[in-house]
T-cell receptor, first 115, second 116 residues
């Protein structure tokens, strides 16, 4: 149980285009989902927290107009990187929790390369 | 504010040696959770352990063991008789319910390289 999927697992896009990453909880209802970004050889940095049906809460320094997060249902959250640039190339990881226990279930990650 | 410190960035060991990863945390709260995750080269985070602040018992799971010392705010992780498959980055993380929604603060990670 407690499986989180991400799609796509990797994506290459051209500079200036937008790319959407999906995060799904497959066997539980995720009241809260988190989006992390991880640059090579660095730790996970929390980008934003999203609660189902509410606007996402962004961490300081994360541009909310560039990283659009939608959590429209209890099993799906999406992260859209708008007008992507090479510096947005990173590993994006989502996690989900149903708030019943203090644990997050992580997706397998999406590797974004912007050329 | 939460803070998790993993001082050693990269650790190389010869296969079958033991390796201990240090994790020191800071929090003002009495109720919190500590985690260890493994991130192999594939990138997917693998959950290893969760420990709440009221449970100071050490834990052993196969070749893995954890030592939780509240007095020194440390939650160290030992791999006994390391194997090449243990090569990965290991992250210590802290969840403080005060922040709500189970937000996690991660340490910088320990890159473990097991040399055959």
């Amino acid at each position: 149980g407690a499986v989180v999927s991400q799609h796509p697992s990797w994506v290459i896009c051209k500079s200036g285009t937008s790319v959407k990453i999906e995060c799904r909880s497959l066997d539980f209802q995720a009241t809260t989902m988190f989006w992390y970004r991880q640059f090579p050889k660095q730790s996970l940095m929390l980008m934003a927290t999203s609660n189902e049906g509410s606007k996402a809460t962004y961490e300081q320094g994360v541009e909310k107009d560039k990283f659009l997060i939608n959590h429209a249902s209890l099993t799906l959250s999406t992260l859209t990187v708008t007008s992507a640039h090479p510096e947005d190339s990173s590993f994006y990881i989502c996690s989900a929790t149903d708030n019943s226990i203090y644990e997050q279930y992580f997706g397998p990650g999406t590797r974004l390369t912007v050329t | 504010a939460q803070k998790v410190t993993q001082a050693q960035t990269e650790i190389s060991v010869v296969e079958k040696e033991d390796v201990t990863l240090d994790c020191v945390y800071e929090t003002r709260d009495t109720t919190y959770y500590l985690f260890w995750y493994k991130q192999p080269p594939s990138g997917e985070l693998v959950f290893l352990i969760r420990r709440n602040s009221f449970d100071e018992q050490n834990e052993i799971s196969g070749r893995y063991s954890w030592n939780f010392q509240k007095s020194t705010s440390s939650f160290n992780f030992t791999i006994t008789a390391s194997q090449v498959v243990d090569s990965a980055v290991y992250f210590c993380a802290l969840s403080d319910p005060v922040y709500g929604n189970n937000r996690l603060a991660f340490g910088k990670g320990n890159q473990v390289v097991v040399i055959p």
